[in-house]
């Protein structure tokens, strides 16, 4: 009787523990979960709204490279081109699912309701400004933002649909609340320097008459230095964390160890000297968290993400795809029945030895 009361409870727990697999959530940074579900849906609405506006005046419209008409997928090359850039990389950042990704990074990274970070964006990928700039939204947080307007192909690139066009955008349809704290012209030296004809004056003029803070410093000290004084003020905790989108000068600096940066969440790194380092490092030498969005093959292999979804390559097929399948409890009852069967071999043997007559 014992043993049947035995069996009958391991029987419950075993049934227990694998319901629990159907109804634990399969990762906590699910965007199928709170904020960041809603951080997904404000970047969906917001690659909407400038979709619209593309169409609406017929820009970067191209069905082959952009079968959504999302606006968002510049051309191969253009003026303000800075480097050779991967189609499939642009249009995977598109996917609502990495303002998903931002919001659960922020929240790992310890950034709370109503803090400030910081944000470095080039124009190489709006998608992840947009999808940023959804996190900021959804989590309720203040966020400062340089922009560069240099862009590597397929990117921002189209001189008149920039990434501050894009931003503007966003500002009006209440998507952000604040202008950028300033802009750079961005590419060789974040100064344009290898932008076509005479599109860097163009530029400049653009800024300088939209009264924005205009970063324009030779010295990349001086540089990061004004960038800085911009994100902290007088004290590193004024802001929780840094994001960086994109490979500009300036926030990547000009030391080999910035190729060694893990993607996403930036882990323990060695620190160049300060006439290699780009703000990323500055940041980290400051103990403040670094998210860095830029090896986008390398961001969706660390957070089990979609590559390229409008090709259909890797592609979960769900409305919003989880960033991570695994579950742990078939782990745990699978350990628990091995237990379980264990005991009930050792406790027969037992039961048999102590009634067995001599």
Same mark, same amino acid.
């Given at each position: 009787?014992?043993?049947?009361?035995?069996?009958?409870?391991?029987?419950?727990? @075993? *049934?227990?523990?694998?319901?629990?697999?159907?109804?634990?959530?399969?990762?906590? @940074?699910?965007?199928?979960?709170?904020?960041?579900?809603?951080?997904?849906?404000?970047?969906?609405?917001?690659?909407? *709204?400038?979709?619209?506006?593309?169409?609406?005046?017929?820009?970067?419209?191209?069905?082959?490279?952009?079968?959504?008409?999302?606006?968002?997928?510049?051309?191969?090359?253009?003026?303000?081109?800075?480097?050779?850039?991967?189609?499939?990389?642009?249009?995977?950042?598109?996917?609502? &699912?990495?303002?998903?990704?931002?919001?659960?990074?922020?929240?790992?990274?310890?950034?709370?309701?109503?803090?400030?970070?910081?944000?470095?964006? =080039?124009?190489?990928?709006?998608?992840?400004?947009?999808?940023?700039?959804?996190?900021?939204?959804?989590?309720?947080?203040?966020?400062?933002?340089?922009? =560069?307007?240099?862009?590597?192909?397929?990117?921002?690139?189209?001189?008149?649909?920039?990434?501050?066009?894009?931003?503007? *955008?966003?500002?009006?349809?209440?998507?952000?609340?604040?202008?950028?704290?300033?802009?750079?012209?961005? +590419?060789?030296?974040?100064?344009?320097?290898?932008?076509?004809?005479?599109?860097?004056?163009?530029?400049?003029?653009? /800024?300088?008459? =939209?009264?924005?803070?205009?970063?324009?410093? %030779?010295?990349?000290?001086?540089?990061?230095?004004?960038?800085?004084?911009?994100?902290?003020?007088?004290?590193?905790?004024?802001?929780?964390?840094?994001?960086?989108?994109?490979?500009?000068?300036?926030?990547?600096?000009?030391?080999?160890?910035?190729?060694?940066?893990?993607?996403?969440?930036?882990?323990? &790194?060695?620190?160049?000297? %300060?006439?290699?380092?780009?703000?990323?490092?500055?940041?980290?030498?400051? +103990?403040?968290?670094?998210?860095?969005?830029?090896?986008?093959?390398?961001?969706?292999?660390?957070?089990?993400?979609?590559?390229?979804?409008?090709?259909?390559?890797?592609?979960?097929?769900?409305?919003?795809?989880?960033?991570?399948?695994?579950?742990?409890?078939?782990?745990?009852?699978?350990?628990?029945?091995?237990?379980?069967?264990?005991?009930? /071999?050792?406790?027969?043997?037992?039961?048999? /030895?102590?009634?067995?007559?001599?």
């Amino acid at each position: 009787m014992k043993k049947n009361g035995l069996l009958v409870y391991g029987g419950i727990i @075993s *049934i227990l523990l694998v319901a629990a697999t159907f109804i634990i959530p399969s990762d906590k @940074s699910s965007i199928t979960s709170g904020v960041s579900f809603q951080a997904a849906r404000i970047m969906e609405e917001s690659i909407g *709204i400038i979709s619209v506006y593309c169409r609406e005046n017929n820009i970067n419209i191209n069905e082959v490279n952009d079968p959504g008409l999302t606006g968002l997928i510049g051309p191969e090359m253009s003026d303000i081109t800075t480097t050779i850039g991967h189609l499939e990389a642009k249009r995977t950042t598109l996917d609502p &699912v990495f303002a998903s990704l931002v919001t659960d990074l922020l929240t790992e990274a310890g950034v709370r309701r109503g803090d400030t970070i910081a944000m470095g964006c =080039s124009g190489s990928f709006p998608g992840l400004l947009i999808a940023s700039v959804s996190a900021v939204k959804a989590m309720n947080l203040n966020a400062r933002i340089i922009i =560069s307007l240099g862009s590597s192909s397929y990117g921002a690139n189209n001189p008149d649909f920039t990434i501050l066009d894009i931003y503007r *955008i966003l500002m009006e349809n209440d998507i952000i609340e604040t202008g950028p704290a300033a802009v750079s012209l961005g +590419g060789e030296m974040d100064r344009g320097e290898g932008f076509e004809g005479n599109i860097a004056e163009q530029l400049k003029i653009r /800024i300088l008459t =939209s009264g924005i803070p205009f970063i324009y410093e %030779n010295d990349l000290q001086l540089n990061v230095s004004e960038r800085e004084s911009i994100y902290l003020g007088s004290h590193t905790r004024n802001i929780s964390a840094f994001i960086n989108t994109g490979g500009s000068y300036a926030n990547m600096g000009t030391s080999a160890l910035s190729l060694m940066l893990q993607p996403g969440r930036v882990g323990k &790194v060695a620190i160049p000297g %300060n006439k290699e380092k780009g703000v990323i490092f500055s940041m980290l030498e400051k +103990g403040i968290p670094v998210i860095h969005m830029l090896n986008i093959r390398g961001v969706c292999q660390r957070y089990n993400l979609s590559w390229d979804p409008v090709s259909g390559q890797d592609s979960s097929g769900d409305e919003y795809p989880v960033r991570n399948s695994s579950h742990p409890a078939p782990a745990i009852s699978i350990i628990f029945l091995a237990a379980f069967s264990i005991f009930l /071999i050792l406790y027969n043997r037992l039961n048999s /030895i102590n009634n067995y007559s001599f």
